[in-house]
């Protein structure tokens, strides 16, 4: 199961979320509460394992833009969470490793997931970092032929439900592991890893592992 925590802040909640199991941590350059600055994610980042997958997090931002910020924060994934088509979806694949897609459950994105061609599809509601709970029976629509992070209100008490119903590829969560906004709660995050991973029944094959390939910003210099 490939846990995603999303919306880090702090160099302080990256570490934690890592040395509690987490396969890949967020940064959210789209206007939230927790917004960070790349520079800021840069000088995270350092301290990070190189098999952390580190995602920038952009809402129908500009491919170009989206390039850009990912070179000065020096991370290895994009995240698109706004309203891209598949044609500028395809802007940002031909340039970055890895590209999530973020779709509403039960919109018509959702039920044509398989045209944006990324990575991974991430399911969410339609507030994202609401914390609102998705109907999960919404997913049945996602096409079989793309893998599914499951997100959207997630905590610890309610993703094994969501793993074993939904089956998905992974799980992202944001608020769920919260004492405050843009602040992670150790307990949480320890509890939401260890239920997903015993929760899920068997781990798809994935798609992109960077432990076998790690970034080299300095090749783009």
């Not at 350059?29 to 790349?38: C, K, N």
């Not at 973020?102 to 018509?108: D, H, Q, T």
């Amino acid at each position: 199961m490939f846990v995603k925590i999303c919306g880090i802040t702090n160099e302080e909640d990256a570490l934690l979320a890592v040395a509690m199991g987490a396969d890949a941590i967020g940064f959210i350059f789209a206007p939230s509460p927790r917004q960070i600055a790349p520079t800021k994610v840069r000088e995270i980042v350092k301290r990070l394992p190189s098999e952390i997958l580190t995602v920038g997090v952009f809402r129908d931002e500009h491919p170009l833009r989206i390039t850009e910020v990912m070179k000065s924060a020096r991370l290895q994934g994009v995240q698109l969470h706004g309203h891209e088509t598949p044609q500028a979806t395809f802007e940002v694949v031909k340039s970055a490793r890895f590209v999530i897609k973020a779709v509403v459950a039960g919109s018509e994105d959702a039920r044509r997931a398989y045209e944006f061609n990324t990575d991974v599809i991430l399911v969410d509601g339609v507030s994202p970092g609401s914390g609102q709970v998705l109907d999960w029976s919404l997913l049945s629509e996602i096409p079989d032929t793309v893998l599914v992070m499951l997100s959207g209100g997630l905590t610890p008490e309610n993703v094994a439900d969501g793993v074993k119903l939904v089956k998905p590829w992974g799980v992202d969560v944001c608020s769920g592991v919260e004492k405050s906004p843009g602040h992670k709660d150790p307990l949480k995050l320890r509890r939401f890893i260890a239920a997903a991973r015993a929760a899920e029944l068997k781990q798809p094959e994935v798609p992109w592992d960077p432990k076998n390939q790690p970034y080299d910003w300095a090749e783009d210099e």
